[in-house]
């Protein structure tokens, strides 16, 4: 997704020049990612499946496309064969695209996020909150929501957090200043957090299963 309007949601580009310059910036993104912070998001995430708390992903433009991506790679893509009918209950906020405009339009646009929050969210719940700025509206209201009701609140950001940042009990911030790449690295997290979510769940299992063997 391209922005190239100024803006709290669409913050001005560096100059990439070519190509090999976009690419060779991955190199120090990589070396500086906070990575204690992602693999305490793991640790949340498995914790959530196992006490089966909510987790609500949200956000706008490109961070909406995640937001489902996501949802998509923890409801479906973490089932365990042999693990009955547990799952993750998650949901994005951003798929409900009648709800979405009916609060747009009778309400406002910042509120689009935090009413459908008031529905569902409950204390220990994951609100989660994917903003290249950390500066949209709607998802700092979303955010305060969860906030309000005790749910535990996670951030996935750029550039140095924004306002997100103060209402995050957990912000990820990927360390650049140019919002492409920052949605690059931002996708690449959520691979990487639903990689070893995924095999977390899968060696739990077959400890469980050998545990159980080992009783018998």
Not at 20 to 35: E, G
Not at 42 to 54: D, F, P
Not at 128 to 141: E, K, Y
Not at 183 to 188: R, S, W, Y
Request: glycine fraction near 8%; charged fraction near 20%.
């Amino acid at each position: 997704m391209i922005n190239n309007r100024m803006g709290s949601g669409n913050p001005a580009l560096p100059r990439i020049s070519s190509a090999k310059q976009y690419f060779q910036s991955y190199r120090d993104i990589v070396t500086s990612l906070p990575y204690g912070c992602i693999d305490q998001a793991i640790e949340k995430l498995v914790r959530c499946y196992e006490t089966e708390q909510s987790i609500f992903l949200f956000g706008n433009g490109g961070s909406a496309a995640l937001a489902s991506h996501f949802a998509c790679d923890l409801g479906k893509g973490t089932i365990v064969e042999g693990n009955g009918h547990k799952r993750f209950r998650v949901l994005s906020l951003s798929d409900n695209l009648p709800l979405l405009t009916a609060w747009a339009n009778d309400s406002s646009y910042e509120m689009v996020f935090a009413e459908q929050l008031r529905n569902f969210i409950r204390p220990m719940d994951v609100a989660f909150a994917i903003s290249g700025s950390g500066n949209s509206a709607n998802v700092l209201r979303a955010m305060e929501v969860a906030r309000e009701a005790g749910a535990f609140t996670m951030g996935l950001a750029g550039f140095q957090g924004g306002k997100m940042r103060s209402l995050c009990d957990l912000c990820i911030v990927v360390p650049s200043e140019n919002m492409q790449l920052i949605e690059d690295f931002h996708l690449a997290v959520a691979h990487a957090i639903f990689s070893v979510v995924r095999q977390r769940l899968s060696s739990n299992l077959h400890l469980n299963a050998r545990s159980a063997q080992a009783a018998d």
